[in-house]
């Protein structure tokens, strides 16, 4: 073996730096290069990170009994060979830059990840941190890697990114992520033109299915809409839950306006077939303001509250149905005292002679609701108990922009 206490050098991480230096001091000071090495052999086998030493040819000279462990084999099935007996086929390109990196003198040390085959077959994640242990001249003699099994820290780290970024109750897109890729694609056709929409669905009546239902069959119905709305969802959109019974969808990158409202009539399609919850059918609806986006230098905040008027108009043409933002609905919706984009916090209207329903969330009650519900107590004759279909509003013809 190679005694390291004749070069220059250091070896990474900090930890083995240290005891590496601290061995090499002492060697110098009684100048006995074999107890030196001696040293080195020990501290190299008995740390607990699987440590490996390679030659300028990236073949392997050595490796400690933690380094074996972890990919699964012995020594001698591993020493002597380059680094494809344990690196993952697609990651080799990974090592081998970082070694001609400190090959060619452009660096000192280098850390990077990828994954490495256990004997078995399985693959994990590794971190390794790899330095150059150099002569007087400065030339590179061998290279020292010291290896650490991520797959857990990296799998932690994906979950909690992936709950910072989705709904808890149904696994969708949340507010932050739709606001990412909503900017990313408002950039995207900034530069490349073409048409972007943001659609704004609000369940019909919901509250009925909570109050007749229970809040958990509720919760139910909100994730059989979001797996059914998945289904029609393309790679490229994204559906997000906004909140409360409502959700946004994303159409991005679309050749042509009409495919917007294209989109919103697959997503009320896909509410045809009732839902069975609890032994009941459930029959629900929604309504949908659509606006879009040109690549233009629009604020995204003000589409979601272009979104909500022309959603807030969808309420209040009868519900069920879809319908394109126009410049005069957020003026409409101001003036009947609604406050478009303000993310599901809304004030109720003033009365009208043909009041349009307020949607102010499912925790507010709505004039409609109650009206349908009395209707249908009075058929029933049992006040509050749950009946086999719900929420069966007219379906009436589509508003088109003129």
């Known amino acids: 073996m190679i005694n390291p206490y004749r070069t220059r050098g250091a070896a990474d991480p900090a930890s083995f730096e240290a005891e590496l230096h601290a061995v090499e001091a002492e060697a110098a000071v009684v100048d006995a290069p074999a107890n030196g090495e001696q040293r080195f052999r020990l501290a190299f086998e008995q740390r607990m990170a699987g440590t490996i030493l390679v030659d300028t040819e990236n073949k392997v000279l050595e490796v400690n009994d933690a380094f074996c462990q972890m990919v699964g084999r012995n020594r001698d099935e591993i020493v002597g060979k380059g680094s494809e007996v344990f690196t993952h086929p697609e990651d080799l390109d990974i090592s081998e830059e970082a070694h001609r990196r400190l090959t060619s003198g452009e660096v000192d040390q280098v850390s990077y990840t990828e994954r490495y085959l256990h004997k078995d077959g399985r693959a994990f994640d590794v971190e390794v941190s790899k330095s150059a242990l150099r002569d007087a001249t400065g030339s590179a003699l061998y290279f020292i890697s010291s290896v650490r099994d991520v797959t857990e820290e990296r799998a932690r780290s994906a979950q909690l990114s992936y709950q910072a970024m989705h709904d808890s109750l149904t696994g969708l897109a949340n507010r932050v992520l739709f606001e990412d890729r909503l900017s990313q694609a408002h950039a995207r056709t900034a530069r490349r033109g073409g048409w972007n929409a943001v ?66 009539e697959r997503l009320l399609g896909v509410l045809t077939e009732p839902f069975t919850l609890a032994g009941t059918r459930v029959q629900q609806h929604a309504s949908i303001g659509v606006v879009v986006l040109e690549g233009t230098s629009t604020d995204w905040t003000e589409l979601i509250q272009d979104a909500d008027a022309a959603l807030y108009e969808a309420k209040r043409q009868g519900k069920d149905r879809h319908v394109l933002y126009t410049p005069t609905m957020r003026q409409q919706a101001t003036i009947v005292g609604r406050v478009p984009g303000n993310w599901g916090q809304r004030l109720a209207p003033p009365p ?25 107590n009075s058929r029933t004759g049992s006040p509050g108990t749950p009946v086999e279909a719900v929420q069966q509003p007219e379906r009436r013809g589509r508003w088109r922009q003129p």
Not at 205 to 210: C, T
Not at 356 to 366: E, K, L, Q, V
Request: proline letters at 5%; one cysteine or more; charged letters at 30%.
């Open 199 to 264: 659609l704004m669905l609000d369940l019909d009546d919901f509250k009925a299915v909570n109050d007749h239902l229970g809040h958990l069959v509720g919760d139910e119905l909100l994730v059989a809409l979001a797996r059914r709305f998945e289904e029609v969802t393309r790679a490229s959109d994204t559906l997000c839950r906004f909140g409360g019974d409502e959700f946004i969808y994303l159409a991005a990158e679309l050749a042509s306006p009409a495919q917007a409202e294209e989109v919103a």
């Open 352 to 376: 009208l002679a043909d009041p349009p329903p307020s949607r102010s969330g499912a925790d507010t009650p709505r004039s409609s609701d109650t009206a349908y519900w009395e209707r249908l």
